[in-house]
């Protein structure tokens, strides 16, 4: 039978040794020394370090407080000393100072350990945890990991990313090493690297297996005037004028990243979309896949080029066409529905050889209804403003020019409101396979996108960019991408935003102790409420 346990025992210099023994059958086959104590402080610093190693992570009842016995290096048989026969305890050699002991060994020094260093190991091992069970740890480039791992913790330039890790108490890269870092990144694609283990685990999650992904665009600001083949001023969704980016994200239903690509700043949202999906069918071989998107996608060549490559599409629908889709209803029912409603229809989109045919899903909320109420009525105030000469006309949508002749388009108006509370949605699968419902449920996923650009904007800080060079600015974004998915991945596991959990583990740092020449870290007082992330991740030391 094996068992292990923590023993005492004096040295040859007089101090005390703290091992764990480890015993089979009663035979020693082990001993893992911990540290020499020469001092009653020291002595109870490295049992409770041993303690620790002999069961780590072993909670403890909250029972209160509990007496606790004092060790004392004295408890330990000595060896060293001479006989009492030969010299009294406690005596002193004659001509020896008077701090000096009868058996000829040094007093024990009376100062103890001091601590040398923290570190948030905690917070370290988590993230380090996520990156490993991603699977990206295949790119086998440390600087890369701690440039990512960094970012989550403090977003910060790449040369200001050797604080954060100072600060943390986790030892670094250079800063040569680390733009060698972003060069490696391109040269060896550690976006396709990263992009593949984001699909593997997607695929092992229920959102992931549902075949449907997600497709969204944002912009993101670079702080210079000049513009390049890439950075371009255009529509910034930020309303800045700021050379930018265009940058296309694809998402499984959970919001849990699968693609990002960077676009010039100028090209149109349309035609990111296409270019997106075809790379992401390239590098996973995927077709049976249904993708969605939000009206700002809505063409109809990109609608084609989707079929056309094996996609089904869900995209939101423009609804002024609603009159005609909804003729029917209208002539029988007039401008009433029901909350909740679902009503179909279909309609041929594009010209000539390239007009399809498509399924149209329309839906009526009475909550949306009132919010574009309150919308149609503040146009109307704004359009009478202008037709009265009391505010000058700008892209006012209820205002009807005649000539030098101002006013209200009542028509446009009454139009406008019959079609309150609708919202309209384009796709090619048929009712056979999804029903109107489950059309709106995967169209209304389209926030998990939205929710994942808002953690990369803020929690990440992906802008502003402060890299002029493509290959850097590729790099910056896979570091990102790779930020982002672990962000993901921890608070869908834990339930809390990445931000508190950062800041919940990041305070419980582990300290370093030189007691004599060793040095010996111990774990940090775990609170509460670390605990539970830490068991809802099933990381040791919970």
Known sequence: MASRFVRRVRTASGAVAVQIVSKVRGVVVEVEHIGSAHTDVELALLLTAARERLHPGQGELDLGPLPEAAVSTEDVADWTRRSAGELPLGS??????AGERSGGRRPAAAGGGRVVG?????LWGVLEAA???LGFGVAADEAFKALVLARIIEPTSKADTLRVLNDIGVAGPSLRTIFRSLARCIERDYRDILA???????????AGRASLVLYDVTTLYFETENEDNLR????????RVDPQIQVGLLVDPAGFPLEVHCFEGNKAETRTLIPVLQAFQARHGVTDMVVVADAGMLSASNLN???????GFIVGSRITKAPYGLAEHFDRHGDYFTDGQILESSRVMGTGKHARERRIVYQYSFKRRKRDDRAINAMVERAEKVADGTRPLKKDRFVKLDGANREVNWDLVDRARQLAGLKGYVTNIATTTMTGHAIIGAYHDLWQVEQSFRMAKTDLRARPIFHHQRDSIEAHLTIVFAALAISRHLQDTTGVSIKKLV???RPARSATIQINDQLLTLDPDIPPAARELLSALEHPGN
Do not use: I, Q, W
Request: charged share 20%.
């Open 92 to 97: 002193t050699t004659p001509g020896a100072g």
């Open 118 to 122: 923290t570190a948030s190991l905690l």
């Open 131 to 133: 990156y490993d069970r």
């Open 196 to 206: 593949k283990a984001c699909l593997g685990h997607s695929a092992s999650t229920a």
């Open 232 to 239: 371009k001023v255009g529509m910034s969704k930020e309303r």
């Open 305 to 311: 080029a989707l079929e056309d490559a094996g996609f």
């Open 503 to 505: 800041n919940t583990l």
